[in-house]
């Protein structure tokens, strides 16, 4: 028998991932499969971000790289956030990673011990928990409730019993899977909390220009330089500018961890690829047009997704996203009149119905699925036509 580490041993792929491969898998195999399961926008990268990578490939930009990436890059990645999030960065506070998963996992790598533990509100994305073990730790999943509308409410947790060794807690706002938009009220009151017991605040806001309804984002980093001082704040490209294959994100945090942060990378994957970073340079000195012109198109998606499941309310509930491009959808009902779970309807809509949808079980919430609506309307018009043939069913 082949003999993995302990730190692999229960390690799976990402089942968003999963889902993904397998409705593929599906489609080549002849079957009209339509994905609601993407974790990604469904156009193209802007063709000012591509042309400067390919001029980049040409102009020889293709050697090695510093580590924390092109002082440019970090420059012009520091400007942009302190001109629209709100805080002062310095490019030595700037780290380029390959993608803000990346981030996340050498954050975690740098901040945590083996056998301490991170909170996370939950529903949460996927890959937290699969990050923190990694590095030997655990999880402590604290509730957000869809009667909150799933946006952090500290009293709920101040009477749980938590051991001595939290290192942190990660938020992300916007969020994945809810798309819960946190406020400034909410990220005072969980902040000052989270400072109270000595916690690194991770905030992951990767979907942080993917809001409607006159939403502003807020940056945790933004809230005062005690708070800058312990948070890391994950972000990039990804999501706001079509940018998911490139692998490309960054972490903002203090020096000293930042230059931790930069030794980790430059001992695992040296850096991230260099034309990659010339994209995203001209990427952080865009204006904002096609990130705005793409939300308005999600806002359109939204609005039609809501005004189907509102004809279904006997079967499924939902609280208004404000963020990102995802529905979490409450299907309890409907599941106690199939007699089914969660998970064990998503298979059966994808065999049968050719539909991909994600269990809540994957994000830590039984009872529910998510819903992606960054693919085209015509795309979220026939999979709701089939959702509703298996309604009636
Ligand atoms: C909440 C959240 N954080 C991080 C990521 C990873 O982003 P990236 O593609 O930049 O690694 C995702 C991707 O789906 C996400 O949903």
């Keep these: 028998?082949?003999?993995?580490?302990?730190?692999?041993?229960?390690?799976?792929?990402?089942?968003?991932?999963?889902?993904?491969?397998?409705?593929?898998?599906?489609?080549?195999?002849?079957?009209?499969?339509?994905?609601?399961?993407?974790?990604?926008?469904?156009?193209?990268?802007?063709?000012?971000?591509?042309?400067a990578a390919t001029k980049a490939m040409a102009d020889g930009i293709t050697k090695y790289t510093p580590a924390p990436g092109f002082l440019t890059l970090r420059q012009a990645v520091a400007d942009h956030v302190t001109r629209e999030n709100d805080f002062p960065v310095e490019p030595s506070e700037v780290v380029i990673t390959c993608g803000a998963k990346h981030a996340l996992y050498t954050a975690i790598q740098c901040l945590v011990n083996p056998g301490e533990a991170v909170l996370v509100p939950t529903p949460a994305w996927v890959s937290y928990g699969a990050i923190v073990e990694l590095a030997g730790g655990y999880i402590i999943p604290l509730p957000l409730l869809e009667e909150d509308g799933f946006r952090p409410n500290v009293e709920r947790w101040k009477g749980m019993a938590l051991p001595s060794n939290v290192r942190g807690i990660i938020l992300n706002s916007p969020n994945n899977p809810t798309g819960a938009v946190y406020s400034r009220d909410d990220l005072m009151k969980l902040v000052s909390w989270a400072l109270s017991r000595d916690l690194w605040i991770i905030s992951d806001e990767i979907y942080e220009k993917i809001t409607y309804d006159q939403l502003r984002h807020v940056s945790v980093a933004s809230l005062g330089p005690e708070v800058k001082g312990r948070t890391v704040t994950v972000s990039g490209f990804s999501?706001?500018?079509?940018?998911?294959?490139?692998?490309?994100?960054?972490?903002?945090?203090?020096?000293?961890?930042?230059?931790?942060?930069?030794?980790?990378?430059?001992?695992?994957?040296?850096?991230?690829?260099?034309?990659?970073?010339?994209?995203?340079?001209?990427?952080?000195?865009?204006?904002?047009?096609?990130?705005?012109?793409?939300?308005?198109?999600?806002?359109?998606?939204?609005?039609?997704?809501?005004?189907?499941?509102?004809?279904?309310?006997?079967?499924?509930?939902?609280?208004?996203?404000?963020?990102?491009?995802?529905?979490?959808?409450?299907?309890?009902?409907?599941?106690?009149?199939k007699g089914v779970?969660?998970?064990?309807?998503?298979?059966?809509?994808?065999?049968?119905?050719?539909?991909?949808?994600?269990?809540?079980?994957?994000?830590?919430?039984s009872g529910y699925v998510r819903l992606s609506y960054a693919t085209s309307m015509e795309n979220l018009h026939r999979a709701l036509d089939r959702f509703e043939d298996y309604l009636r069913t």
């Design 1 to 51: 028998m082949l003999r993995f580490s302990q730190r692999c041993e229960s390690l799976k792929s990402s089942s968003i991932m999963e889902i993904s491969a397998k409705a593929a898998e599906l489609k080549l195999q002849g079957f009209d499969v339509i994905s609601l399961a993407a974790g990604e926008p469904d156009f193209n990268t802007p063709i000012e971000i591509q042309n």
């Design 239 to 337: 999501k706001s500018h079509c940018m998911t294959g490139w692998r490309l994100g960054w972490t903002i945090t203090e020096k000293d961890l930042a230059q931790k942060i930069s030794a980790f990378t430059s001992q695992s994957i040296s850096h991230v690829t260099s034309f990659a970073q010339m994209g995203a340079l001209t990427a952080a000195r865009m204006g904002h047009g096609v990130v705005d012109k793409m939300v308005s198109e999600f806002d359109a998606r939204r609005q039609y997704v809501a005004s189907r499941l509102d004809k279904w309310s006997g079967d499924v509930a939902y609280t208004m996203p404000h963020g990102a491009f995802y529905f979490f959808v409450n299907c309890s009902k409907l599941l106690s009149r």
């Design 341 to 365: 779970n969660d998970v064990q309807m998503c298979r059966d809509l994808l065999a049968n119905q050719h539909i991909g949808l994600v269990p809540g079980a994957s994000f830590g919430s």
